[in-house]
C-alpha cells in the first residue's frame, strides 16, 4: 500500500540570529510550497529477498540513490549504504535523505520485530523551492503541480524556502507511516507529531553537521508558529550510528517518556496569524548566501561587545513580539480609523533599522544595500505593506506583506518583471533577476496527501 505525506516551507520572519539562542522566539511562516515523499514497497520476483531502498527526485536528471540497510549488531541501529554496482553509482551523496532514512529505520528497528522489506521513495518539490530556468519554464516541462528542472539536482538554485527541513520532515513521516502502524505513525495526534518533529530534528541536524535552532523542522512539522528553540543538550549525546545502543538513544530521545521531558522546545500556534486582507509572498532574487558563515561572524560579534549586543537584540526580542501581536490584533480590529496598516510599516520598519545595525557593527551583509534597494522599492507600490530580508538575511529571498488583491499581487509582479539592480555591493555580490513566487502563507504543517496527485511521476 502507498504512503504520500507533504510538509510546508518556511520563512523567518523575524527574530532571524535570535533564533538560536534560546532566550529568545523567532516568528516563523510555514509557506505553501511543499515538498511531497510516496512510499511504496518496491516490488520483487517471489522467492527473492532484498535490502534495498531506492529513492528518485524525478524533476532533476540522473537523480536516483539505491541504499542497502542492515540492522547493527549491540542495538547500533540500522546503517544505510550507498550501493556503487548501478548506474548512478556516480551520483553525489544525498546527506538529507540517507541521514533521514537511517534515523527513521533506526527508529522503526526499535518498534518491530518484523523485517523492514524493500521499498521505493519518490521525492517531489513544488516549483517554486528552485529558481526558474527557460527550460523549466517551458510548457513541455509542466505537469500538473510539479515542474521538471532538468538539470542535476546540484545544478538547482534554491530559492530559500527550506527545502531540507521540509524534506527531512516528509521523508521521515512517510517511511514511518510505511512501515509502522497506523497508531504509532499518525501524524494527526499531539504525540504523533511530536514524534516526527523529535526524529526530524535528530536527522536535520546530524546531516547538517550541527545543532540548529530548528526552527525550520518545526515549522514543517507544525506550520506558522512563535519559536523557541530546544536546549541543544537534548541532542548532544546520540552518538553515531552503529555505535553501541544508539537505536536505544534514539527511540527514548524521539519518544520522549522521560519526566520532565526532555525536549523543551516552545511551538506557539495561537500567537500566529495573518489578518484577512494580507498575505505573505515571497521574490526569488536568484542568489543566494552561506549562511552558516554569517552566524559565525554575526556570535564572534556578539562575544566580543556582550553589552552592545544584549542591548540590541533585547529589542529585536520587542521587535519580534511588536510585529505578531499587531498580526493579531489586525485579525480583530478592522475599525481603525485612518490607515489600517500603519502600526505594521512602523513595526516592520523599526526591524529593518535594528537588523541594519545589527549588519554594519558585525560586518555582514543580513540586509545589503541591494536589498534595502529592492525592499525600499517594493514598499512604495501601492497594496505592499513592507518586507524584510527573512532568517539569515543576505541575498537571499525577500518576503513581503500585501494587500490580499489580485490587483495589488498583479502590480507587485509587473514591478518586479522590470525590476534593474542598480548597484552591487562591495565585495561583487549582488542580486539577479527578481521573480515573485507563487506561495503565500500556510498555518497548517506536515499533512498526508492523495497518493494519486503524483500519477505520472513514479
Not at 261 to 273: M, P, Y
Not at 396 to 423: C, P, Q, S
Not at 426 to 442: C, F, H, P, S
Request: charged letters at 20%; aromatic letters at 6%; proline letters at 4%.
Amino acid at each position: 500500500m502507498a504512503t504520500a505525506v507533504s510538509a510546508p516551507g518556511k520563512v523567518l520572519l523575524a527574530g532571524g540570529y535570535l533564533v538560536v539562542d534560546r532566550n529568545y522566539t523567532g516568528l516563523v511562516f510555514g509557506l505553501s510550497a511543499r515538498i511531497h515523499v510516496h512510499v511504496e514497497a518496491l516490488r520483487t520476483t517471489t522467492g527473492i529477498t532484498l535490502s534495498e531502498i531506492i529513492v528518485r527526485s524525478p524533476q532533476f536528471t540522473a537523480a536516483e540513490w539505491r541504499y542497502g540497510y542492515r540492522l547493527t549488531e549491540n542495538h547500533g541501529g540500522v546503517e544505510v549504504v550507498q550501493l556503487t554496482s548501478h548506474s548512478t553509482s556516480a551520483q553525489p551523496r544525498n546527506k538529507f535523505v540517507e541521514t533521514a532514512l537511517a534515523y527513521a529505520l533506526t527508529y522503526i528497528s526499535s518498534h518491530t520485530a518484523s523485517r523492514i522489506g524493500p521499498a521505493h521513495i519518490t521525492i517531489l518539490a513544488d516549483s517554486d523551492y528552485y529558481s526558474h530556468t527557460e527550460e523549466s519554464d517551458s510548457p513541455r516541462a509542466h505537469d500538473g503541480r510539479f515542474r521538471n528542472f532538468n538539470v542535476p539536482l546540484h545544478e538547482a538554485h534554491k530559492t530559500g524556502l527550506g527545502s531540507s527541513a521540509a524534506l527531512v520532515t516528509a521523508f521521515t513521516a512517510a517511511v514511518l507511516a510505511h512501515y509502522l502502524p497506523v497508531e504509532a505513525s499518525a501524524i494527526n495526534t499531539e504525540i504523533g507529531a511530536a514524534r516526527i518533529h523529535n526524529l526530524a530534528q535528530a536527522a536535520h541536524c546530524t546531516a547538517q553537521g550541527k545543532i540548529g535552532s530548528g526552527f525550520d523542522v518545526a515549522a514543517a512539522v507544525y506550520g506558522s508558529c512563535v519559536y523557541r528553540r530546544f536546549s541543544p543538550a537534548v541532542l548532544e549525546q546520540l552518538g553515531d550510528i552503529g555505535s553501541t545502543d544508539f537505536a536505544k538513544r534514539v527511540q527514548r530521545v524521539v519518544d520522549d517518556n522521560s519526566s520532565p521531558r526532555l525536549w523543551d522546545t516552545q511551538v506557539r500556534k495561537s500567537e500566529v496569524g495573518v489578518p484577512p486582507g494580507l498575505r505573505l509572498v515571497m521574490c526569488d532574487v536568484d542568489c543566494g548566501s552561506e549562511t552558516p558563515g554569517m552566524v559565525k561572524k554575526v556570535f564572534a560579534w556578539r562575544k566580543e561587545n556582550p553589552a552592545e549586543a544584549a542591548l540590541l537584540w533585547a529589542t529585536l526580542q520587542q521587535g519580534t513580539v511588536d510585529l505578531a501581536s499587531e498580526l493579531q490584533s489586525l485579525t480583530v480590529r478592522k475599525d481603525r480609523p485612518g490607515d489600517l496598516y500603519e502600526n505594521l510599516r512602523d513595526i516592520i520598519m523599526t526591524i529593518r533599522s535594528l537588523v541594519r545595525e545589527m549588519s554594519q557593527k558585525a560586518g555582514v551583509p543580513i540586509e545589503p544595500e541591494v536589498q534595502t534597494e529592492l525592499l525600499d522599492a517594493c514598499s512604495e507600490i501601492p497594496g505592499v505593506v513592507g518586507g524584510v530580508v527573512p532568517g539569515a538575511g543576505g541575498f537571499d529571498a525577500i518576503a513581503l506583506l500585501v494587500e490580499d488583491h489580485e490587483e495589488t499581487v498583479d502590480r507587485l509582479r509587473r514591478f518586479l518583471h522590470d525590476y534593474k539592480v542598480k548597484m552591487t555591493e562591495d565585495q561583487g555580490q549582488t542580486i539577479g533577476k527578481v521573480r515573485l513566487l507563487a506561495v503565500k502563507q500556510e498555518m497548517v504543517g506536515i499533512m498526508t496527501e492523495d497518493v494519486n496527485t503524483y500519477s505520472g511521476w513514479l
